[in-house]
């Protein structure tokens, strides 16, 4: 027999279906507030898991190859971190990259919904496994995205394996995300006030370098020399406008590609690009930073 929930219990997870939002002390549930998380953040998962199955029925995701996973990852991101980071660094950046792609796929999903530390998160992940199998999405503000960083983690679709028109490539667009989002003493580098962060990336700039790592880290993997980098770099310009996403100005991503097609280490162009502007000290600052320690 269903076991009866409060209304108020129903009202929160039809919201949080619907929409990804849910209040965070969770207050429908009964019990103290650590009670409260830990049965409301539950349940809250298996209502999405329950629904993520019911709306996907027996559709299909395209097939996902039965690969030796770390070793695929390590070989697709390897370029990547020969151009951004010095060789000491290296052997540290890819032991995280290689464990960090995860392929949604229905063998998984529950694994990784029933997982999650966010439901936020869990939400946008039941919706990138959704439009996979082509199924009706979450909510009306849902978004059939492809793929999805958090902290060291990147969730691709299936559909990456899927024959594709465009020069895109999904798992190198989410592994540059983690460049922002994983600090250097989490992999085990040397971190400084001044070096925070795997990558210097301007916030504003964090879609930017990721699409124009997506683009170029496909052209240098079917380029023979620079003239065939610069013959796929006026490809990818011609449809760059159709990139979607808000946050970017396609004619500046196509720039950036071009111009690190043109270089001997493009990677490095792409994140000189995307780096925080430098400010330039003056006297003034001087005086007034020993003025404050006075």
């Known amino acids: 027999m269903p076991r009866v929930i409060s209304a108020d219990i129903a009202d929160a997870i039809e919201c949080?279906?619907?929409?990804?939002?849910s209040d965070p002390t969770l207050a429908a549930w009964p019990g103290n507030i650590l009670e409260r998380a830990k049965r409301g953040h539950h349940e809250l998962l298996c209502a999405l898991l329950d629904e993520v199955t019911r709306r996907?029925?027996?559709r299909r995701h395209p097939a996902v190859p039965d690969l030796d996973l770390p070793s695929w990852t390590?070989?697709?991101?390897?370029?990547?971190?020969?151009?951004?980071f010095s060789r000491p660094e290296r052997a540290a950046v890819l032991a995280t990259l290689e464990a960090s792609v995860v392929f949604l796929t229905a063998d998984n999903i529950e694994h990784v919904l029933l997982g999650q530390r966010w439901l936020h998160t869990a939400w946008h992940l039941a919706n990138l496994f959704l439009a996979s199998v082509e199924a009706e999405l979450l909510g009306p503000d849902a978004q059939a995205i492809v793929g999805l960083s958090e902290e060291?983690?990147?969730?691709?679709?299936?559909?990456?394996?899927?024959e594709r028109d465009r020069m895109e490539d999904f798992v190198i667009h989410e592994a540059a995300h983690i460049f922002h989002?994983?600090?250097?003493?989490?992999?085990?580098?040397?971190e400084t006030r001044t070096r925070e962060w795997l990558l210097p990336i301007a916030f504003g700039k964090r879609e930017t370098f990721a699409y124009s790592c997506e683009a170029y880290g496909w052209i240098i993997e079917r380029a023979r020399d620079r003239a065939a980098r610069m013959l796929m770099a006026d490809e990818f310009a011609d449809h760059a406008w159709r990139l979607s996403e808000e946050t970017i100005d396609p004619a500046e991503v196509a720039a950036?590609?071009?111009?690190?097609?043109?270089a001997r280490n493009g990677w490095k162009v792409i994140l000189g690009r995307c780096s925080?502007?430098?400010?330039?000290r003056t006297p003034r600052d001087s005086i007034s930073r020993a003025t404050d320690r006075l």
């Open 16 to 21: 949080y279906l619907r929409s990804g939002e």
């Open 56 to 58: 996907a029925g027996g």
């Open 74 to 84: 390590r070989r697709k991101l390897t370029p990547m971190v020969d151009g951004l």
């Open 152 to 162: 060291t983690t990147c969730f691709v679709s299936a559909v990456y394996f899927r």
């Open 181 to 190: 989002n994983c600090k250097r003493g989490t992999v085990g580098l040397p």
């Open 256 to 262: 950036i590609v071009r111009a690190a097609c043109e």
């Open 276 to 280: 925080p502007e430098k400010r330039t």
